[in-house]
């Protein structure tokens, strides 16, 4: 009959026959919407918290603009500047560093160029605080009094002028806020040869493997209490640099807030970078000392004594030329660069 050829009696199109249960809908779980959701808000927020930092971040005027420049130099060229600045330092924490009292104009206690090849390997080059170059508009006198004749600027300008090398990025920190990072990251291991007493420093380390923080660490990076003085203090505030920086981009510190907040709340209270910088490029920086990348220091000749200057190192010609013109070509540093 028309009736069953239409199925069973009372049944309607469409709806399960009896004694069948309908399929279920598939759904998306709840838990992996939610870790979707959660995932977005914590991206959100980080991207956030990098704006807000970004903004709070002190800036100077260090790369600006002066008759004669050089020319741009392929790869990415960072100086990297330490001084001697007190600033915000209670006289206790004066104390606890024993960085001494008021030293008169702020000068920099250290200045290290880190060239990033356009290849992606870096180098991290000391440029020794008592070079005897010229100084544009002042004469000729340690590199260092550079910065306390005419600030960032000036020291960029010497430099420049000095290697043939363009800088790109500029990034300063006082001796307070070097030790509060040390302390932050919950410290860097050093391994020392022979112990360091130093009372102008304030350390008293003994022979080695240990970790260094604070007080410590700064004494570490300033002392000249060796054998070789300044020059294993060239070698010293560079080693411990990179190993900093490692340290800072590993994943027990980027992904644990107990260290990494503090970590950052230490950089935005004690850097000044230049004005057109911008806070990730703090993060390349401590990208491109990560690994064993090469630590040279600028070839020199020896010593000399100048009246009104004092001691000061002269390079070394031959070799210095080869090292600057190597990293203004990014080409591979000259054999024999230590």
């Known amino acids: 009959m028309h009736g069953d050829r239409m199925g ?21 779980p709840r838990v992996l919407r939610t870790l979707v959701l959660l995932l977005v808000l914590l991206l959100l927020a980080a991207v956030i918290a990098l704006v807000i930092a970004d903004q709070k971040l002190d800036r100077v005027d260090a790369l600006g ?16 500047v330490g001084t001697d600045s007190r600033a915000g330092l209670s006289d206790e924490q004066v104390a606890d560093l024993s960085t001494g009292g008021d030293a008169g104009a702020t000068r920099t206690d250290t200045i290290m160029l880190l060239h990033v090849s356009a290849r992606g390997n870096s180098v991290l080059v000391s440029i020794p605080r008592d070079s ?22 000036l020291l960029v300008e010497t430099i420049e002028l000095e290697t043939g090398v363009r800088i790109d990025h ?12 040390a302390s ?15 009372p102008l420093a304030g350390i008293d380390l003994p022979a080695g493997c240990q ?18 003085a300044d020059i294993d203090r060239m070698n010293n505030q560079r080693n411990f640099l990179a190993r900093l920086a490692r340290k800072a981009g590993s994943p027990g510190v980027v992904l644990n807030p107990f260290r990494s907040v503090p970590v950052g709340l230490a950089l935005l209270r004690s850097m000044s970078v230049d004005e057109g910088d911008r806070i990730w490029d703090t993060g390349r920086i401590a ?27 002269l390079w070394d010609e031959q070799g210095a030329t080869a090292l600057w013109d190597s990293i203004a070509r990014d080409a591979p540093l000259p054999e024999g660069i230590e």
Request: proline content about 10%; hydrophobic content about 35%; aromatic content about 10%.
């Open 184 to 198: 932050a990251i919950g410290g860097v291991e050093v391994c020392l040869e022979s112990p360091i007493v130093d």
């Open 170 to 181: 500029y990034a300063e920190i006082g001796f307070g806020g070097f030790a509060e990072i």
């Open 8 to 28: 069973h009696r009372g049944e309607h199109p469409g709806e399960p026959r009896p004694g069948r249960v309908p399929p279920r809908r598939r759904r998306r």
């Open 287 to 313: 990208w491109s000392l990560r690994g064993d990348i090469p630590t040279v220091s600028v070839p020199y000749s020896g010593f000399m004594d100048v009246a009104g200057r004092g001691n000061v190192m």
């Open 132 to 153: 005897y170059v010229t100084i544009p508009r002042w004469g000729e006198d340690k590199v260092n009094a550079a910065y306390s004749v005419g600030g960032a600027s």
């Open 211 to 228: 970790v260094l923080s604070g007080g410590d660490a700064l004494g570490y990076v300033r002392s000249r209490s060796t054998p070789l």
């Open 65 to 80: 603009p002066y008759p004669g420049r050089i020319a741009d130099t392929p790869g990415t060229n960072y100086l990297l």
